[in-house]
């Protein structure tokens, strides 16, 4: 009788400290699975993510469910882009979530966009004319893997803030994070310098931190500001431009439409290739560094054809 009572308690003191552990784990709730990817990069086992945003869908616009607010209202950390990317779909779920933590001004908020990115495209005048959707400057940072390692980077100091205990860990993790992408780094950039200065269009002012990061030339959008559907008068200026230019490639998100790129390829020559913004967008893209493998992959194969 006495053994039983032993193992009885045993196994509730177990319990007990398992529970403790899972209820240890920091709550994160990021905007999109990039910034979802690199909390799980710095946090590991110590932290629990959810992301809000699909990777298969326009970050600009996302469907507030109410299951998000329910998610929000148990977590510890929030990570959003910033430069209202997700304006049109965040505030009222945090509004709505009642949780102080996650507030601006507390440790729990973070904006990926804040310290030292360097934000390309920013307006001499703050103005939706029109219906702009990057009035603060282009909010696709994250596509610059270097702007990756500075989000990680904030990320892992916020996280040291709220769990001190856990703060050698973090910058562990970083430091492997970091060592990795600087080893993939020169990779990428190999594998992009023979087409350095290749002219192409996107649909969406989504690429320029890409461009610039490996020396693509961007020379229009499908879409005359970003947000505004192609017009006919638009691609009218358009399409003449592509063919005086020799423009190679017109890159497309996942999620757009594929009717007027269709109708630009044939009109110019120029290749039509669809990449993935995100991690989770593609089967093969599971982590933010196989997001820059998939994506120079897939735009070296297509310059190669068209050579």
Request: overall charge neutral; hydrophobic content about 40%; some cysteine.
């Amino acid at each position: 009788m006495k053994i039983k009572y032993q193992i009885i308690c045993l196994c509730f003191l177990f319990a007990v400290s398992w529970a403790s552990t899972v209820h240890a784990k920091l709550h994160i709730v990021a905007t999109t699975s990039d910034l979802g990817d690199l909390a799980k990069e710095i946090g590991k086992d110590k932290v629990e993510v959810t992301t809000i945003a699909k990777p298969t869908e326009d970050p600009h616009f996302v469907d507030a469910k109410p299951g998000f607010i329910m998610k929000l209202n148990k977590a510890d950390i929030l990570i959003e882009g910033g430069l209202q990317l997700e304006i049109a779909w965040l505030p009222s779920l945090v509004l709505s979530a009642r949780n102080q933590k996650i507030l601006p001004g507390n440790p729990g908020y973070v904006v990926a966009s804040s310290p030292g990115i360097q934000i390309l495209e920013v307006p001499s005048a703050v103005t939706r004319a029109a219906g702009d959707l990057h009035p603060y400057g282009n909010p696709h940072f994250m596509l610059d893997p270097l702007n990756g390692k500075i989000v990680a980077s904030h990320i892992c100091d916020q996280l040291c803030q709220i769990d001190e205990t856990n703060c050698n860990d973090y910058r562990d993790n970083l430091k492997n994070f970091i060592q990795r992408l600087d080893q993939k780094l020169p990779e990428w950039q190999k594998m992009m310098e023979p087409f350095r200065g290749t002219k192409i269009v996107a649909y969406h002012k989504t690429f320029p931190y890409f461009a610039k990061r490996f020396n693509l030339n961007i020379v229009g959008e499908l879409e005359p500001k970003p947000g505004i559907p192609p017009s006919p008068s638009h691609l009218n200026t358009l399409i003449p431009m592509m063919k005086n230019e020799g423009v190679k490639l017109i890159l497309i998100e996942q999620f757009r439409e594929r009717k007027i790129p269709e109708f630009v390829s044939e009109r110019t020559g120029a290749k039509i290739v669809i990449l993935p913004i995100m991690v989770g967008g593609q089967k093969e893209v599971q982590d933010y560094i196989a997001l820059f493998d998939y994506t120079i992959n897939q735009i070296v194969t297509a310059l190669k054809t068209k050579s």
